[in-house]
Structures are given as structure tokens and as C-alpha cells.
């Protein structure tokens, strides 16, 4: 069954650095996501990502998140200045149409020293 | 704006117990999609079910049954004859649609934690 493949599965990164979240989407899909997940807590929507563009964000997703799909097959999520409450687990997740539902990939857990 | 609210923090049962995770939505849209996702202790987001806002008809899959009902605005989880090992945290979700297949994003409950004793 194909998959959304995160990597890396857990990153550790100082505060004031930037971090790259990597995401590969499964194939044939057209629709691409970015969830957090702070630690016990419930899962929070970022972005979605459709046509090479931004198609709606949260008012988590500010100036310091971008997203970018920089070939065919990557999808990115990068902070530019993380902070300790950036820490989370953040979800990436792929959709050929809402009709046939949302693959989660298993996730990257971010933590912010 | 769309909300989805699980009331049950946390639930705890003894195997073999039928247990009912309740999910409450509000959304202003007609067409939209409700979701249960389970999250083991691992972390990963496993998908349970999705069901359309034109379609009533309650679900059945093994133990796992689904009862929405657009009048209460409610999407419940059934679990029949717990095991152990349906111990998770257990999300509802919902989404709106919008024209071309896409959707917004999922709007997720806080979770029910289940907890099935042995």
C-alpha cells in the first residue's frame, strides 16, 4: 500500500536555527498538508499545498513557515527561526481529492533546545 | 467556523466492554467529510474512516461501528468487545469541501484517550 514518507523521524535542533521537515507525498496525489501535533495535545492544521501554491494556512503557519515542493516528488515545510515552541510532531499528509480521504505519514518529532 | 468537540477526555473500560467515543461537529458548510483517526502510543495518525455529509447510513467494520446523525450533529465510535490492544488516543475530524476535490484542513477534536484494561 503506498505510503507518505517523512524523514527525518525525529530531529533535535538548537533554538534560533533553521530546520527543514521533508516529506514525500504518494505519487499520484494532488493535494499535500502539514499538521503539528504539540505533545499531548490535538492535531493542528498548518497549510495545504495544491498547484505548486499555497492554498489556505492557519494562523499558526506565519512568516516564519514556508512550504515548497522543490521537485516532483519532496514536499518541504521549513522554519526559519525555530523557537522552544515550536516543538511538536509534525504530520505531512497527501490527498488525490478529500473525497477519497488524507494519507498521514508517520511523522517527524521536532525538538527545540 | 468549523469545531469539532470529543467531550471524553479519557476513557477507561475492562477488555471484552463495549465502549462509545462521541464526536460533536459544527460547520456552517452542507458538503463536508468527517473522519476517526486512531493514534497508538507510537505516534502515527491511522486512518478509521471517512464519511460524507450526504451519507446517513451507520457503519460497520469487524468491532468498529460509526453512527452520524446530521440532525444531533453527532459522528460516534463504537467499539464492540474491546481488546487491549484498542488502547489510543482516538481523534475526530472534519473537513469542508470545496469545488475541484479539494478541501480545507482537517479540523481535529482534542482526542478521547482510551484505555482498555485487561
Known amino acids: 500500500e503506498p505510503e507518505v514518507t517523512q524523514t527525518p523521524s525525529h530531529q533535535v535542533t538548537q533554538m534560533g536555527q533553521e530546520v527543514i521537515l521533508r516529506c514525500v507525498p504518494i505519487?499520484?496525489?494532488?493535494?499535500f498538508y502539514w499538521y503539528r501535533q504539540i505533545l499531548g495535545q490535538k492535531v493542528e492544521f498548518l497549510v495545504s499545498?495544491?498547484?505548486?501554491?499555497?492554498?489556505?494556512k492557519s494562523e499558526i503557519f506565519d512568516d516564519q513557515f514556508s512550504v515548497e515542493r522543490p521537485d516532483g516528488s519532496n514536499f518541504t515545510l521549513k522554519i526559519r527561526s525555530t523557537k522552544l515552541e515550536d516543538s511538536a510532531m509534525y504530520f505531512c499528509?497527501?490527498?488525490?481529492?478529500?473525497?477519497?480521504?488524507?494519507?498521514f505519514g508517520s511523522g517527524t518529532r521536532l525538538t527545540v533546545v | 467556523a468549523q469545531k469539532v468537540t470529543q467531550a471524553q477526555t479519557e476513557i477507561s473500560v475492562v477488555e471484552k466492554e463495549d465502549v462509545t467515543l462521541d464526536c460533536v461537529y459544527e460547520?456552517?458548510?452542507?458538503?463536508?467529510?468527517l473522519f476517526w483517526y486512531k493514534q497508538p502510543p507510537s505516534g502515527e495518525l491511522v486512518f478509521l474512516i471517512r464519511?460524507?455529509?450526504?451519507?446517513?447510513q451507520n457503519e460497520i467494520s469487524g468491532r468498529y461501528s460509526w453512527n452520524f446523525q446530521k440532525s444531533t450533529s453527532s459522528f460516534n465510535f463504537t467499539i464492540t468487545a474491546s481488546q487491549v490492544v484498542d488502547s489510543a488516543v482516538y481523534f475526530c475530524?472534519?473537513?469542508?469541501?470545496?469545488?475541484?476535490?479539494?478541501?480545507?484542513?482537517?479540523?481535529f477534536g482534542k482526542g478521547t484517550h482510551l484505555i482498555i484494561q485487561p
Open positions: 499528509a497527501s490527498s488525490p481529492s478529500v473525497i477519497y480521504g488524507y494519507t
Open positions: 505519487s499520484n496525489h494532488l493535494y
Open positions: 499545498f495544491y498547484n505548486n501554491e499555497i492554498s489556505e
Open positions: 460547520t456552517r458548510d452542507t458538503t463536508y467529510y
Open positions: 464519511r460524507n455529509s450526504f451519507d446517513e
Open positions: 475530524a472534519l473537513s469542508e469541501a470545496y469545488s475541484g476535490g479539494g478541501a480545507d484542513g482537517l479540523t
